[in-house]
């Protein structure tokens, strides 16, 4: 064996064990090993509603993790609201308000929903101007998203928030989002027809180079006779330190009409919490109702409980 072949054979000695010790890529979520074309990921029938519900929430969570990265993951707790009805140009109808725990106005944003491209998918522009988010001077918050034909998926095709930094200057941030739609079930009167789920990844950049991403997963359960309810949970994967975002919000999602959290006319709480947890740590809720407390054990446990993550799995768990 020649010097060369010998080196050859090293490398490959070496490379072999440094991978048996190493940690692998995550595999996909369960619910998508059949392929794109399985029945639950393949078509997703959101409402107009929804999609601007959505729309609206992914912008409330992007103000909030640029709003972390310019002055830090501080704990903290705000009341939300979320009414959308999915009017085309209408913003009025389509809103998501944030106020601090003592019902004081921290920021608004409007959804703008454009009118549906068949065959191709939906527009909706989000944006908002002033405002506080804690002790953070917001500016201003633009951002379109997209969602496709199937409304399986949901794109960001710009975003941008500008705030006052720590250091009294104003930053600009944009965002990129991916993020996929699916059913608990595409079958009437079984467990988790009422569900819908989403699983996906984002992006931050400052001054057009990135600097954190996040991971994100949810839960949303329609009215079905009881109400409604919508948990979004994301971890911080790279960025400084640790940090977790919870939205849960409970009230109305039919067919005509979202209207969920703070001030909704169900009189259900909704928030937006911040959290020091790593990503591993279970999801504990923070919003309760002791008018509803039997109705949420049901759904997702009782208000502290955990979180199972069954948005990785078959999504059967809000049935």
């Known amino acids: ?21 190493a940690q692998t890529p995550p595999s996909a979520p369960d619910v998508y090993a059949q392929g794109p074309a399985a029945p639950l990921v393949s078509t997703v029938n959101l409402s107009e509603p929804e999609r601007a519900a959505y729309a609206l929430l992914e912008a ?18 705000y009341n939300l609201e979320v009414y959308a009805n999915g009017a ?6 389509n809103f998501a308000a944030i106020t601090d725990e003592n019902g004081s106005p921290q920021y608004t944003l409007s959804a703008n929903v454009q009118t549906a491209f068949p065959g191709r998918g939906q527009l909706v522009t989000v944006a908002g101007w002033g405002g506080w988010f804690g002790s953070t001077q917001l500016v ?19 975003s941008t928030t500008n705030l006052y930094g720590i250091d009294g200057t104003v930053d600009v941030y944009t965002g990129n989002i991916i993020k996929d739609f699916f059913l608990g079930s595409d079958t009437p009167g079984t467990a988790g027809y009422y569900n819908i789920f989403d699983w996906g990844l984002i992006s931050v950049s400052k001054l057009g180079y990135p600097v954190e991403k996040w991971w994100q997963r949810s839960e949303s359960h329609r009215s079905d006779g009881v109400s409604a309810r919508t948990v979004f949970v994301k971890d911080r994967l790279v960025g400084e330190t640790a940090c977790r975002i919870i939205i849960d ?71």
């Not at 050859?8 to 490379?15: D, K, Q």
């Not at 918050?141 to 095709?157: K, P």
């Open 1 to 21: 064996m020649n010097i060369k072949s010998k080196l050859f054979s090293a490398g490959i000695l070496i490379a072999l064990s440094t991978a048996a010790g």
């Open 60 to 77: 409330v969570l992007q103000v909030t993790e640029d709003t972390i990265h310019s002055t830090g993951c501080n704990p903290g707790y």
């Open 88 to 93: 085309v140009n209408s913003g009025m109808y």
């Open 140 to 158: 201003s918050y633009q951002a379109t998203f997209a969602y496709n034909s199937a409304n399986s998926m949901m794109v960001t095709t710009s």
């Open 249 to 319: 919000v409970q009230g109305d999602n039919d067919s005509g009409l979202y209207w969920e959290g703070a001030n909704s006319a169900s009189g259900l709480p909704g928030a937006l919490t911040i959290t020091n947890d790593i990503p591993s740590n279970p999801v504990t809720y923070t919003v309760s109702n002791p008018i509803l407390g039997s109705y949420i054990s049901t759904l997702i446990g009782p208000s502290g409980s955990v979180w199972d993550g069954c948005a990785f799995n078959e999504g059967q768990c809000m049935d």
